[in-house]
């Protein structure tokens, strides 16, 4: 099982601001995901990484793989309260299902 | 779009009880999974199917068991329920990949609690 550890656990923050949440462990991974869930309902896939110092952007939010593919970031520009929700990372082992991180919990107050 | 259907929101059953959660997804993905989400420990693999009839373990398996006897179905058995079983119960289903990076399409999840 390879251990991904999130940070921080908990962010709550003022409508405008500006945030990034991390995903880090010690192994190496041949992809991450990024998913957000929202209160009462499942995860949803915001994102796949695959290249070692790769970026994608997806409205206002920038995911970044690490160089070495053992770490990844998500940075939110100008966070809304629609964004609130716990965000997730996560890797697959070595058969089909996703080892997931404990989640950064975000809170957007207007 | 993937619908993963959970067949109850919310679910009070009794310790001892047996309980069936039930997941159907559309899409004709081959792959389907279970988790349990607790506050503090994340989600944690409970079972997953890789087709028809076909189970694996995941990290949490005991006092579970699943069923896959259609490919869009996967049914979570509680076999005799303990308090320490009330949890939110997630489901989700994957396309296999020989990647193995593919995305996950989950429910909405069933609150579970155990009296």
């Known amino acids: 099982t390879q251990l991904l550890e999130q940070s921080p656990q908990f962010l709550s923050i003022q409508e405008g601001e500006n945030l990034t949440v991390y995903c880090n462990s010690s192994?190496?991974?041949?992809?991450l995901q990024w998913y957000r869930q929202e209160p009462g309902e499942g995860p949803v896939l915001l994102v796949t990484v695959v290249t070692g110092g790769e970026v994608k952007k997806l409205k206002r939010l920038t995911f970044q793989f690490g160089d070495a593919r053992k770490d990844s970031s998500l940075h939110i520009t100008a966070a809304q309260p629609g964004d609130t929700g716990l965000y997730l990372c996560?890797?697959?082992?070595?058969?089909?299902?996703?080892?997931f991180g404990k989640g950064t919990s975000l809170l957007v107050t207007p | 779009d993937v619908k993963v259907t959970q067949s109850s929101r919310y679910l009070v059953k009794r310790t001892g009880e047996k309980v069936f959660l039930e997941c159907v997804q559309d899409?004709?993905?081959?792959?389907m999974f279970w988790y349990r989400q607790d506050p503090g420990l994340g989600l944690r693999l409970i079972y997953f199917s890789y087709d028809v009839k076909m189970k694996e373990k995941g990290d949490i398996p005991e006092g579970y068991s699943v069923s896959r006897e259609k490919k869009e179905r996967f049914s979570l058995i509680l076999e005799s329920a303990s308090t320490n079983q009330t949890s939110m119960y997630l489901c989700?289903?994957?396309?296999?990949?020989?990647?193995?990076?593919?995305?996950?399409?989950f429910g909405d999840g069933t609150r579970l609690s155990i009296l």
């Open positions: 192994s190496v991974f041949s992809s």
């Open positions: 899409m004709d993905h081959e792959n």
């Open positions: 989700a289903s994957s396309l296999y990949s020989r990647l193995k990076n593919q995305p996950q399409h």
């Open positions: 996560a890797v697959s082992n070595s058969g089909y299902a996703l080892n």
